[in-house]
Each structure stands twice: as C-alpha cells, then as structure tokens.
C-alpha cells in the first residue's frame, strides 16, 4: 500500500494530529491535507508531525475561487496557498477553480481562471508547486467549478509548465471523452483521488461519496487507464459522507486501506 493517501477530507472531524496517526497506526504512508485544519495546528508543526512520523503530504487542498469579477484578493491567498505546500514538502495544490460569479457569466468565468492561473504559474514554479486543476462534476459548476471536464482543466494547464490536472473519480467518471482525455493529460496528471458514487443521490450531493466498491463507478478500468499513462503518484481515497465523518477514525482508516487494496490496488 506503498501508493495509498488517506485525504484528510474524508476523516473530517479529525484533528490534523488525529489523522496522521491514523495514517501510521495502519501504515498509510502518504496524507493529503487541508489548508484549514493545517492551519488551526499550524503550518510548521504540521510539516514536523507529518515528517516525525514518516509520512509525507500528497497534496495541499484547497487554492482556486478565482472567478469573481474582483479577484486580487483571491491571487493573494492563492499567493500564500502556494507557499503553505511547499512548506509542507507538497509538490501539489488542488485548484478548486470556483462557481460562477454573480454576473452569470459562465464564459467570462471560465477566462477569469485562464487568467488567474496564468498569473500565479509564475509564483508556483519558482516554489516548485504544481497547480493541479481539478475538473468538477457539473452539478457543481453553479457554487464549486466551472471546469466541468478534463479536457477543460486540460486546455488551461497545457499553456504552462507548472500546471497540471486532477483526476477525481467523482467529478469525471460520467464524461464519454474520458479514456482519451486520461491519454491525453499524461504526465500533467498530478493527483488521483478516488471514492465512489452513491445512488441515490443526497439532498446535499456533496456529500454522496462513498468507499470504493459500493457505487457505480468502474474504478478498476478508470485506475487502469490513468495508469496506462504512467502515473506513478500517490493515490487519495476522499470521501465527503456524514455516515463516514461519524464513525470510529480507526474503523475508517481500516476500512480505507482495505478497499484501495481490493478494489485499486489491482489495477496500478
């Protein structure tokens, strides 16, 4: 389980502490973060207790919101976001890229990010940060993401060397030009993340994640083709589910590890 991230998302209720020594008790060896909780421990103490017990951070969660008309504030915490992961020794932040704004439009929208990324490219290759787009399912487009494909995050990150995309199981399983977009990212694929899609669907879809192997997605052929790309990184397991959040941190972090070796591990 050399290649297995317990995303700190989906063991929400947990401190930063509580989360990595989960991780080191069932010998998960990688840890993506969130800039919240992070932050609440505190940036250096967390890059100490991650690096005391010999884990490493898969990725930082979240920058992006870059879609308001006004968004120079927005730059500046991207700014700060960008130096929080390299702190923590993350070549990866997770872009987020933002709903649409208050102007409906969803076009102008779309450019406001091309622009934005543009910009803090620059910021993130000189701290050796991949800004890893992340493409959301386009339930999401109104209030998270108005990326809705790969190839969208993709014609964006293509324009520059410190860009890349994440492959999120949730948001992409449903597109029909998935394999060749997969083919396509390549070596731009800086996280995989994976969980499953629950029906039927919750009042709040955010929260309709769940383990890998109790939803509808195929993920053995969706792991097998972004592995065909040469994706050697780590693999995040990130559930969004109040069940999930509710129950025993052990129980959940067993249960995390034991469904990446049945039902992804195979397939890498």
Avoid at 36 to 51: F, I, M, N
Avoid at 191 to 198: A, E, G, H, N
Wanted: aromatic share 4%; charged share 25%; with cysteine.
């Amino acid at each position: 389980m050399a290649r297995l991230s317990l995303n700190q998302a989906t063991v929400k209720r947990a401190t930063v502490a509580e989360a990595v020594e989960g991780c080191a008790r069932h010998g998960i060896e990688s840890i993506g973060l969130w800039r919240e909780p992070v932050a609440e421990h505190g940036l250096g103490r967390t890059a100490k207790l991650v690096a005391d017990a010999g884990l490493r951070v898969s990725s930082l969660c979240r920058g992006g919101f870059l879609t308001a008309v006004d968004n120079r504030a927005a730059l500046d915490d991207n700014r700060r976001a960008i130096d929080e992961a390299a702190a923590l020794r993350t070549g990866t932040l997770v872009m987020v890229v933002g709903g649409v704004a208050g102007d409906k439009d969803l076009v102008g929208a779309r450019q406001r990010v091309a622009d934005a990324i543009a910009e803090l490219s620059v910021h993130a290759a000189q701290a050796g940060v991949v800004l890893a787009l992340e493409p959301m399912h386009p339930v999401f487009c109104a209030d998270r993401g108005v990326l809705s494909t790969l190839s969208q995050a993709l014609d964006i990150a293509e324009r520059h060397p410190s860009v890349g995309v994440v492959v999120d199981a949730l948001h992409v399983w449903w597109d029909p030009d998935l394999d060749a977009q997969i083919a396509r990212a390549g070596p731009r694929i800086a996280s995989y993340q994976v969980c499953d899609w629950l029906t039927p669907v919750p009042a709040d879809v955010l929260l309709g994640r769940g383990y890998p192997g109790d939803g509808d997605i195929d993920l053995h052929r969706l792991t097998s083709h972004v592995a065909a790309t040469g994706y050697a990184g780590d693999v995040e397991v990130e559930i969004f589910n109040a069940d999930i959040w509710a129950a025993d941190l052990d129980e959940v972090v067993g249960e995390v590890a034991r469904r990446y070796h049945d039902v992804v591990e195979p397939a890498l």
